[in-house]
């Protein structure tokens, strides 16, 4: 590029020249002849000031247009970018019921393993809760033959007066049938008192009883009915019983929260006596396995291949450099005005707005004794080593 910076420099040295060269050399009548010629037409101007604006132009231009090819062309032998962060594999710890928090079990930044206990959740409002509903199970079931006797005593004596029933309105029939013929007759054929009263008493007799055995299947059925309301009410309590027994006793064993996989644990604002709803993130654990994305200029992709090596500074940690390698590069999404952007890019002196994500993976023994310190977001600066 200086060689050809230098070159540009000479052929507007020597153009400079040959045109001093050229006035210079001309007679002094002639010049003299000429300029007196040229006032006659035109007002004097300084020779020379346009071509020496249009080669000047004509330079930078050049000059811009090949210092952008060549940027485009080579990139940078040593990619480097602090347009990076670390990623990785966030699990947010919640609780599965409502409830406050009795006990944390771990501290900020603590590492844990997937299985080990977090917190736990205030259990003696669940505790009491379970014993009142066995209670309320127990005395359900204690009850529950009681009344199933009591109902089926009322089912007996529902049909017996269901029996005597029958019985008192076949007689209350015949009753009403012997009446009914004996007045028919009564003056017709001179029946005597005496057996049109006998008559009439048993008439009155059978009604009278078919209406005390009518009120009794009455009062057997309704009977019947509250022992069955009863024992129904009896067996519902005891089912909601047996259902809260369970519910309960599911979430007593929710209240301890443990660890969902191995990780640094990270708390998010305080938890200590703080009253959590069923899904409500307390807490989060930064997975073990950080990666750094970073973000390069397309033309610098020609000098990252997979594998190579990179140093990973991590701003927020300056005691420590890491390294890794890299394990993915994204592909370039090729638009149909990418060619345009370059060629605008060439005049107008921008970029084409394009990165590239680049995947980068720690190496095991260069996070050892640092794990818990580095967190998903923190900004990095990498530098790969593409020799």
């Known amino acids: ?11 507007t040295g020597r153009s400079a020249r040959s045109d001093k060269g050229r006035v210079t050399s001309s007679n002094g009548a002639e010049a003299l002849s000429r300029l007196l010629t040229r006032s006659d037409r035109a007002p004097s101007r300084k020779p020379g000031i346009g071509k020496r604006v249009i080669l000047i132009s004509a330079g930078i231009i050049c000059v811009g247009i090949i210092v952008r090819i060549g940027y485009h062309l080579l990139g940078e032998a040593t990619p480097t970018t602090d347009k990076a962060v670390v990623e990785g594999n966030t699990y947010p710890v919640s609780s599965r019921i409502d409830g406050t928090i009795a006990a944390v079990l771990v501290s900020n930044r603590q590492y844990v393993q997937a299985g080990d206990l ?9 505790e009491a809760k379970l014993v009142a509903a066995r209670t309320d199970l127990v005395q359900t079931k204690t009850m529950l033959p009681e009344i199933e006797r009591q109902l089926s005593k009322a089912q007996a004596e529902l049909e017996t007066a269901g029996s005597r029933m029958f019985h008192r309105d076949k007689e209350l029939t015949e009753a009403i ?4 013929y004996i007045s028919k007759i009564r003056t017709k054929k001179g029946v005597s008192p005496l057996l049109f009263s006998r008559a009439k008493k048993e008439y009155e007799s059978a009604l009278s009883e078919y209406l005390r055995a009518k009120m009794t299947l009455v009062s057997a059925g309704d009977r019947v009915r509250e022992v069955q309301a009863l024992r129904d009410t009896n067996v519902s309590k005891m089912r909601t019983a047996e259902t809260t027994v369970q519910q309960t006793e599911t979430q007593l064993s929710l209240t301890k929260i443990y660890a969902p996989a191995n990780g640094h644990v990270v708390f998010e604002k305080p938890i200590f006596a703080h009253h959590l709803s069923a899904s409500e993130p307390f807490l989060k654990l930064v997975g073990d396995d950080p990666w750094v994305v970073a973000k390069f200029n397309e033309n610098q992709l020609k000098h990252i291949k997979l594998g190579q090596r990179v140093t990973i500074r991590i701003e927020a940690i300056k005691q420590r450099t890491f390294h890794g390698e890299v394990v993915n590069i994204a592909p370039v999404a090729r638009g149909s005005a990418g060619g345009m952007a370059l060629l605008l890019s060439l005049f107008a002196f921008i970029d084409p707005p394009q990165t590239v994500p680049v995947t980068i993976a720690f190496d095991s023994e260069s996070v050892l004794g640092m794990a818990e310190q580095i967190d998903t977001g923190l900004n990095t600066v990498v530098e790969i080593d593409a020799r």
Request: avoid cysteine; charged fraction near 40%; aromatic fraction near 4%.
């Open 1 to 11: 590029m200086s060689e050809i910076l230098r070159r540009l420099s000479g052929r």
């Open 177 to 180: 049938s012997d009446y009914q």
């Open 118 to 126: 977090l917190a736990e959740i205030d259990k003696r409002d669940l």
